[in-house]
């Protein structure tokens, strides 16, 4: 059983900076693949980036990929998403997921186990 709970989201203007983290309360994440998803109103969920559990690995969404960065602190079981140069098109709800057994697709939705309750992000022009 994996819990999560995302924290930093909030409204800033495009260009802004802004660090997304989701905490795993039971601590039993360590072992997971973690990423990020997003899902904007009217849109389906997207993927944004991934980490493999020891972090040595990582992939991010063309639409992002060196913008964001990805990361996480196993000791504290912590998983992060630093937003640079955030533009409007980055207004979603975004939600941290957890993948217990490996299924061979980091960017698909269906194939994780555990999901945060999603924290708002709103990028004003």
């Known amino acids: 059983q994996v819990q999560l709970g995302e924290s930093g989201g909030g409204s800033v203007q495009a260009g802004d900076s802004l660090t997304l983290s989701c905490s795993d309360s039971?601590?039993?994440?360590?072992?997971?693949?973690m990423a990020w998803f997003r899902q904007a109103p009217g849109a389906d969920r997207e993927f944004v980036a991934a980490?493999?559990?020891?972090?040595?690995?990582?992939h991010y969404a063309a639409s992002v990929k060196d913008r964001f960065i990805i990361s996480r602190d196993n000791d504290r079981s912590t998983l992060d998403l630093q937003m640079n140069n955030l533009k409007p098109e980055d207004t979603a709800v975004y939600y941290c997921?957890?993948?217990?057994?490996?299924?061979?697709?980091?960017?698909?939705?269906?194939?994780?186990?555990?999901w945060g309750q999603g924290t708002q992000v709103i990028v004003s022009s």
């Open positions: 039971l601590q039993t994440s360590r072992r997971h693949v």
């Open positions: 980490i493999s559990w020891s972090g040595a690995t990582s």
């Open positions: 997921a957890a993948m217990q057994t490996w299924r061979g697709n980091y960017d698909s939705a269906s194939d994780y186990d555990y």
